[in-house]
């Protein structure tokens, strides 16, 4: 029996003719003779609707309530996909995330899946059911509601994948896979027909939201391959998998552009034990998500220490460091929104040098002034002005040949 | 420890300033001390639109999965009176039928509550906690989530009442309780304090829906006294229990009209044994409800039969009875829809005469031709032309005394 996991998003479910077309594709499928289960996301739009509701009884919506209140959403459109499979004759089932057999911790609003008993599954697909289960959510000890947070639903699927045993994983979204670089953004960007869980961490990590981190830490963890596909076209899409020797021919897979961000520098920091830990857990509690964080060797016995968060956190995260910064003896604390972040992302950089050299001499012809810089072993990252920041990505993205050579180009 | 059930039905909680005063009261009985169980109905117009969403992706929904569908009304209207109830600074606690221990027989889409284990209400109202249960729904054996039909809130909330012991089952609506006549219909007609469950029965299912039959059936059954009141005005609504001996002082507690009635008579009918069950298993096999069934002495050897249909049910029956009735033997089959039922109702029937005698006549002088004539213990109805029904029911209720003194009159 091959074992086919398939996700399918908000938008591949948003109104009824998309969930009869879905049934439709995981139909033909089983005809073909696949065991098919598929991980269904709420319709696009309800869970925004169901936190407008909930924002409006309560300020702070409790997040056991809240669970309940969003499970709601991928419950009615995982029943609706099975009913319309069972209005084509095949026989679906559909399955809430308890009962698909989805075990979480006690979290709530972002539980961590503890355990998968996919017994009940694989008695469905036993018996020829086509089994369709409510994605982004499992069941606490307790035997309560819990929800795996946002992208959530591509976790269970991988997660489902990987108990399974799966022959393939694949995630339909409203997008044709992972690109070079933002097709909306740089018009001959190319797919890319595979990648490496660690690049698609990066790239992740760095504005190309295609997929959630947290998903794409499991699929690595637990090596299950995926593949990244549109609902809509057919296409193949992109496969992410563990990577392969020559992977790493490929120096930089993608360029990522994360706009929105801002900017906070601390000068003349004293350069001793505890005082970056003591800045950054105030920001962690206040759930402000720090990015790229920069700190430079120390001048005497002063340091100066630079990090970005999204613009929206830029002021509540200076409000909460002016009494710390002013505690431990800070120069000056400054901010500074209007920036974005810049990501170069490759396994082949790990075997190649000079990528670094080549990204700045490209980015110093095009006149564009970096900021921060920061580096990991298969990414390279700069803060630079946010006007500058699509034609930096051009920039980049030109210098390290990840064009697609255009259809007239080829031909004149 | 004091414990109220309060049942919260669609209007109640059809939006969000509406779930906010459903929390506002709960929380000001939680005040008085009272510990307090509310179950609530799907925001009015939700269930409306996923039976829409069912039927646009199936002709015939799987009733597996329309359950489970149709269960996220409730449960995310749970969620957010809870939630709205935190938000006062009250804990409160949301929980699905399965969590609140409501557990039925196998079947989807009109469960019967097989038994309720009320151990988690117990402990969280031992905790202090409002505890808040969705309505309408449980878990069968297999663990699966089940629906209890149409009005399964009240059944819900009168089942809980008598697992908890309650002090009291308030069941809040859009009415302001049971009147002596609809007050639509009749301008005078007055709310009843009380009611016996008997009565209740007759009357819901004489074209008063203020309650459906199942919960009121279970109420008797189980002895749970409820109160049927208004969410909006905060008067006293009308309290439903077992008679008590001056209830039989009232002779006709209330007239109901039942309208859009559809009448078919079958003449000529063999008078033998098996005759009549063979005509209604063929009509409660098509799912068609029948109400009034009247039979009068045979005539020879064969006999005159006659039963009530809702007008939306006529032509299927007839269908149905067509080439029965032509291999029975019978001479004729008419139908005929536009027409309604009259019932007036009463426990003092029992021991009163001439509550029959009274109707007839004072419906003769109006005029008004009776069709089919049926009683029962606690009720007589008859079948009117539906143009006469309103007239019908004016001078019924006058003939019986069962009109307000009108403020004005009342000082003249």
Known sequence: MHVIVQKYGGTSVADTDRIRGVA???????????????????????????????????????????DLLLATGENAATALVAM????????????????????????????????????QIHNMLDEDYIVVVAGFQGQNPEGEITTLGRGGSDLTAIALAGALNADACQIFTDVDGVFTCDPRLIKDAQKLD?????????????????????AVEFAKKFAVPFEVRSSFTGLA???AKEETRNMEDVVVRGVSIDRKQAKITIRGLPDQAGVAGHIFSAIASANIIVDMIVQNVSTGNTTDLSFTVHENDLEQARQLL???????????????????????????????????????????HGGINIQ??????????????EKDAATAARLTHQAF????????????
């Open 24 to 66: 439709q594709r995981l139909v033909e499928m089983h005809r073909e003779g696949y065991a098919m289960v598929a991980v269904i996301s709420a319709m696009a739009g309800v869970t925004d609707n169901l936190l407008n509701l909930a924002h409006a009884v309560s300020a702070k919506p409790t997040p056991r309530e809240l």
């Open 84 to 119: 319309a499979i069972n209005a084509l004759g095949i026989r679906a089932v559909s399955l809430t995330g308890a009962e698909a057999g989805i075990l979480t911790d006690r979290t709530h609003a972002k539980a961590k899946i503890a355990n998968i008993s996919p017994r």
């Open 194 to 214: 595979e990648i490496s869980y660690d690049e698609l961490l990066e790239m992740a990590g760095a504005g190309s939201k295609v997929m959630q981190s947290r």
């Open 237 to 239: 899409g992109t496969l």
């Open 322 to 364: 002016k009494p710390i910064a002013k505690k431990i003896g800070a120069v000056e604390l400054t901010g500074h929104d209007g920036v974005a972040k810049l990501s170069v992302v490759g396994i082949g950089m790990r075997s190649h040098s000079g990528v670094a050299a080549k990204l700045f001499e490209c980015l110093g």
């Open 372 to 385: 921060l810089i920061s580096t990991s072993e298969i990414k390279i990252a700069v803060v630079v002005d």
């Open 401 to 412: 040949g990840l064009a697609r050579l255009a259809p007239a180009a080829a031909l004149s």
